[in-house]
């Protein structure tokens, strides 16, 4: 059994907590939390020791892993303190909030050679892994992704999702998700360009992201990509659309799903689970028990580069917003 500390008691840190109390590969053996009352709440709720002081969490609990769900700005001093005990991590997304910070936390990685996981999740789904085995070796010319949600019409969402500084608003929080797994994909992106708006609902008081934006991107390899997404969708909708000469694909992400065509045969895949959260913690502690770290699918070092795209992006649309003044 693999021993699993957490720190952050978000709605992540619940979430992955909740996941893991289902998995008997996995004993957590701590969780901690600066917020004396929540952290209170939480322990309570999974039955496990909390702390407010995260050295102590690690010299007492003795974890053979740590998943941290704090801001991406609050990661170094985290990673540093684990894995310069051998204690193996998994960091939520973003990796970082800058690449300098990315940087730093890359050397300690490097430096202690402990496993890592960056929790791009959808990189461990049936239908992604059907999808990349479909495609290889095959050409493709164009994408289409879309990712819409309704988070800025959710009244008791959390008011700090759309506080841009904090959070980084829909290209930090989600998009970063489908560059990642088109990269994955893919390939390396090579350029980016983009526009964004409010026209549902308008920047102001605590609202300081945009609800709705649309990229452009090309590959190193040539291809183009043309991504939407807004929180101002009263659904949930993700898919990633490949388009050639050769095949036409549909990845439905929501529902765990391949469906198209590929050389004039018709394609209907569907993943039966689709427990994205569980699969990838499971692959984290498969690779701690097996000494494997090829078993990790996104490693701390293949992030940055998805971090660059969504700063990138991020770039791309506040390029566009001063232009369009």
Known sequence: MVRIAVVGTGWQGQGHLSTMKKMPEIEVVGVCELNEETLLKAANKFAVKGFTDYVEMLEESKPDGVIICTPPEVREFLVREAAERGIHCFIEK?????LEMAKKVEEILDR???IN???FMYRYSPAVAYLKELIKGRRI???????LDGLALRPNW???FFNKEISGGPVFDQAIHIFDLSRYLLGEVERVTGFQDNLVVPKGGDFTVED???LSMKYQNGILQNHTHTWSYPDVFTQIELISDQLHLTLDLVKGSVTGKVEGETIAFQTEENALYQLELAAFAKAIKEKNPELVLSTYKDSIQS????????DALEVSTKITR
Do not use: E, I, Q, Y
């Open 94 to 98: 973003p990796p970082a909030k800058s």
């Open 117 to 119: 996981s960056v929790g």
């Open 141 to 147: 010319a164009l994408v289409r992704s879309a990712m």
């Open 307 to 314: 971090l660059s795209v969504a700063l990138k992006a991020m």
């Open 212 to 214: 709705s934006f649309n």
């Open 158 to 160: 959390p008011r700090w």
């Open 112 to 114: 202690t050679g402990v």
